[in-house]
C-alpha cells in the first residue's frame, strides 16, 4: 500500500498551509526492494542500524547490507543522545551522500538529525512498529542530561516492510500501541489549551490522529496474534502521528503530559535508571495523567474547584529535585520565558465548564489500563520498577521538562480536594 500524501496537504478549513516534506510512503510485504530505484543517482549510501535491527531486516536486505556500506551503532544501552550522535559522526565518512535508517525509534533520531547536520537525505525502513516518529522532522534527544527537541530532517521515504516490522518482537509493537494510545491526553492537552489560551489548532488534525487511534483500538487483539493486515494498520496509524506533527510544524498533536512523564524519568531526575521502551514509560504516563484528569473533571464538576494563582515557577521544588542533579539553570532555561505568565486566570475559571466537557470524551484511566493490559503492554509502575511514592512527585515535576502548556501544567492554578502540591 501506498499511502496516500496528497489528502493531506489539501487546503484546510484551518486557514493555514499543511506542508509535507515526505515524498513517499509505503507500507506492504517486500517494501524494501524499492531501494533499487531509489537510491539510482547516489553514489555512496550508508545503512545506519545496530546490532539487533541489523538481525531484525538481514534476511529481506541481505544483498543491500552485501553491497552497502553498513555503520552499525554499538554499545550495551544505546540512547538518542549527544554521545552516540558523536559516535555516528566520528564514523561517517564524508562520501556518504544519503543515509538509510534500518531500526525503530533511536537509530531513526540519531540518522534524522546526523543527516540535518550533514544537510543529507535519508530513507526510513522502520524494524518495529514501536514508535510514531519515523517521519518527525524533530529528533527528540537527551542532550547533556536534558531532553530536548533539536531540529532534524524528515526522511526522503518509508519503506515500511511488513515482512521485516510483524516479525518484531511483541515487546515492541506493545510499545507502539501504547505511545499511539497516548495521544488521547496530548490531543487533549492540544485541545484544552486552544480554549484557553486560543493557541493555534487544526479541527481536521485532531480528527485525523483521532480517527486513526480509535481504529487502532478496535483491533489489539488482532495486532497481538500479528496479524500482518491489522500491523499494517498500526504502523500506518504510527506513520500518520508523525505525519500529523509535519502537518503543524511540531509535535503538538502526538505529544503532551503523558511524552512528560517519559520524559522526566529519561532524565533520571527522580529515580535512577530505567531499562525501558519510550512506550512502555509512556504508556504509564497515559494512565497516570488519565486518573488525575479524572479528579479535574470531578472537581469541576461539583464546583469544588478554585482558581488559585499558580502561574510562578515552583523554585523551591526544582532547586531539590533538578538541581540535586545539577540541573536547575538547564529547567529553568528550558522554561523560559514563563509559559503561563500572561495567562487570564479570570479567563481560565470561565473556561473551566468547557475543559470539563472535553475531559469528558477521555478514555477512563481504569478503562484504558484494562485495554492496554489486556493487549500486552506495560501499565503499573512496578513493572518498570519504578517506586510508586514516585508518582505524585512525577506529575508535578513533569510539566517542566519542556516548554509546552499542558492540562497538567495549567492545573498548577487548580485547588480541589485531592490535588497536587497544595
Request: hydrophobic share 40%; charged share 25%; proline share 4%.
Amino acid at each position: 500500500m501506498k499511502v496516500d500524501l496528497e489528502r493531506f496537504t489539501k487546503p484546510c478549513p484551518c486557514g493555514h498551509e499543511h506542508k509535507i516534506t515526505v515524498k513517499g510512503v509505503w507500507i506492504e510485504p517486500g517494501a524494501v526492494n524499492r531501494l533499487d530505484e531509489l537510491l539510482a543517482g547516489y553514489a555512496h549510501p550508508v545503512i545506519l542500524c545496530d546490532g539487533n535491527t541489523k538481525k531484525a531486516a538481514e534476511k529481506s536486505m541481505r544483498k543491500y547490507f552485501e553491497t552497502l556500506e553498513v555503520l552499525e551503532v554499538t554499545g550495551e544501552d544505546i540512547h538518542a543522545n549527544d554521545i552516540y550522535v558523536d559516535q555516528v559522526q566520528a564514523a561517517l565518512t564524508g562520501e556518504a551522500d544519503i543515509l538509510i535508517a534500518v531500526g525503530s525509534g533511536t537509530i531513526h533520531d540519531l540518522t534524522r538529525y546526523v543527516a540535518y547536520q550533514r544537510g543529507l537525505n535519508f530513507i526510513s525502513v522502520p524494524t518495529a512498529a514501536s514508535v510514531d516518529g519515523f517521519v518527525s522532522s524533530v529528533a527528540a534527544m537527551t542532550w547533556h542530561g536534558m531532553k530536548k527537541t533539536l531540529t532534524a530532517v524528515a526522511p526522503m521515504c518509508v519503506l515500511a516492510d511488513t515482512d521485516i516490522f510483524s516479525g518484531a518482537p511483541f515487546r515492541l509493537t506493545a510499545s507502539g500501541i501504547s505511545d499511539l494510545m497516548g495521544k488521547y491526553t496530548a490531543l487533549l492537552d492540544w485541545k484544552v489549551c486552544h480554549i484557553v489560551t486560543g493557541e493555534y489548532f487544526c479541527e481536521t488534525v485532531y480528527e485525523l490522529e483521532l480517527e486513526a487511534v480509535k481504529e487502532v483500538e478496535s483491533l489489539l487483539d488482532q495486532i497481538r496474534t500479528g496479524e500482518p493486515e491489522c500491523m499494517e494498520k498500526l504502523m500506518y496509524a504510527l506513520i500518520l502521528s508523525g505525519l500529523a506533527m509535519q502537518m503543524i510544524g511540531n509535535s503538538r498533536p502526538a505529544s503532551g503530559a503523558e511524552h512528560h512523564v517519559s520524559h522526566l524519568w529519561e532524565m533520571e531526575i527522580i529515580n535512577d535508571y530505567i531499562d525501558a521502551l519510550h512506550g512502555e514509560k509512556v504508556s504509564i504516563g497515559l494512565i497516570l495523567c488519565l486518573e488525575y484528569y479524572e479528579k479535574i473533571r470531578e472537581a469541576i464538576e461539583r464546583g469544588t474547584c478554585r482558581i488559585v494563582d499558580g502561574r510562578a515557577y515552583e523554585t523551591e521544588l526544582l532547586e531539590q529535585t533538578f538541581g540535586a542533579r545539577g540541573k536547575y539553570q538547564d529547567a529553568l532555561e528550558e522554561n523560559d520565558p514563563n509559559i503561563m505568565a500572561d495567562l487570564d486566570l479570570a479567563d481560565l475559571e470561565r473556561k473551566l465548564p468547557l475543559i470539563a466537557e472535553e475531559l469528558a470524551k477521555l478514555p477512563g484511566s481504569q478503562d484504558m489500563e484494562k485495554l492496554l493490559s489486556d493487549a500486552g503492554c506495560v501499565t503499573r509502575m512496578e513493572e518498570l520498577k519504578i517506586p510508586q511514592d514516585l508518582k505524585d512527585l512525577t506529575l508535578r515535576l513533569c510539566p517542566y521538562v519542556r516548554r509546552r502548556l499542558t492540562l497538567l501544567r495549567l492545573s498548577k492554578n487548580f485547588v480541589f480536594p485531592g490535588c497536587l502540591g497544595k
